[in-house]
């Protein structure tokens, strides 16, 4: 068995740290990554929160770029209605223009952010969410080679793939309709994975680039040679998520002994929202991801790995490509 694996990252600022360290750790990161096999380098768009540096996320994967020489690289995603769609096509042509075919552009249609702002970032924008289908086909067109009265410069006539992104069953229905490759962030909405990727391939339609639906399926992933350690870096993503619940975004948290001075409620929450988390020891790690592909029969697999000790981060993305190497 010989499953793709990929790597997201949302550029963690750790407590006490600064976006121009976070962008030096992904640099770093993106090279390890390159080197132990992994097919994908991803950054997702968000704004106004303090632990995540991806905000401008075509410029971050152009200083990727310089640096890598194969991995793929590109977005997951794009927060289309933040954008206008010449303007996502224009960045992505000119990323394709310098890296050559290594360029992926994953579209979300969520704000990426509050609500605020999102009304910061859209300015003017009334149609918002509503247009989304209309917006990722546009998009599509102005990678195409028919002339227009509004061409992409750079974007026209390059062949950049373009995925679609989401945590519930309108993504993949738009996916399956529009013939294109689906990834469900199933790291902090798990909730419909299976039924989103059963509604994808049962209703695809084969495009000329996709004949065959091809779903990506994203996990929080945390991993430590031993598994009191691996537990140990894991409080730092439940930290954040409770802290996300109590509309307390911050710096990402180092880890704790204990979870303390949450309520009940709140602690569930948590849990039901990282239940796909896959964390543990090599060992645990293997059969755990072992079952996450039989369950979802994924294309392909993308690990998500918030830890503030960049040496720990590299090992546990180490271990998952030692993993996956080896099914």
């Excluded at 339609?205 to 430590?224: G, Y």
């Amino acid at each position: 068995m010989s499953i793709p694996y990929s790597l997201l990252d949302l550029v963690p600022v750790a407590q006490g740290s600064s976006p121009a360290e976070a962008f030096r750790h992904s640099l770093d990161l993106a090279q390890h990554a390159e080197a132990l096999g992994y097919t994908r380098y991803w950054l997702a768009e968000h704004h106004n929160m303090p632990g995540i540096a991806s905000a401008a996320t075509a410029v971050l994967l152009c200083h990727l770029g310089h640096a890598t020489s194969r991995i793929r690289l590109g977005a997951g995603g794009v927060m289309l209605p933040n954008h206008a769609p010449l303007v996502v096509a224009e960045q992505f042509g000119t990323l394709a223009s310098l890296f050559g075919d290594r360029i992926d552009l994953g579209l979300g249609r969520a704000p990426g952010t509050d609500q605020t702002t999102m009304r910061a970032l859209r300015r003017h924008k009334e149609q918002g969410v509503d247009s989304f289908p209309q917006d990722v086909a546009e998009l599509i067109g102005y990678f195409g080679t028919q002339p227009g009265p509004v061409q992409a410069v750079p974007g026209r006539g390059l062949d950049v793939p373009v995925w679609l992104l989401g945590s519930s069953l309108y993504g993949a229905q738009l996916a399956a309709a529009m013939g294109l490759p689906f990834g469900f962030a199933s790291h902090f909405a798990p909730a419909m994975l299976l039924q989103a990727l059963e509604l994808y391939r049962s209703q695809y339609r084969p495009s000329a680039r996709w004949p065959k639906p091809h779903a990506l399926v994203c996990v929080n992933l945390i991993a430590a040679d031993d598994n009191a350690t691996a537990h140990h870096l894991f409080t730092t993503l439940q930290q954040q998520f409770l802290r996300l619940l109590r509309g307390e975004a911050g710096e990402l948290p180092h880890p704790v002994a204990e979870l303390e001075g949450y309520g009940a409620h709140e602690l569930l929450a948590m849990e039901r929202t990282l239940s796909r988390s896959l964390v543990g020891n090599p060992e645990q790690i293997r059969h755990r991801i072992q079952a996450l592909l039989a369950e979802t029969q994924a294309d392909e697999l993308m690990f998500n790995g918030p830890i503030t000790d960049h040496c720990a981060r590299k090992r546990s993305f180490s271990i998952a490509a030692e993993v996956m190497q080896s099914l």
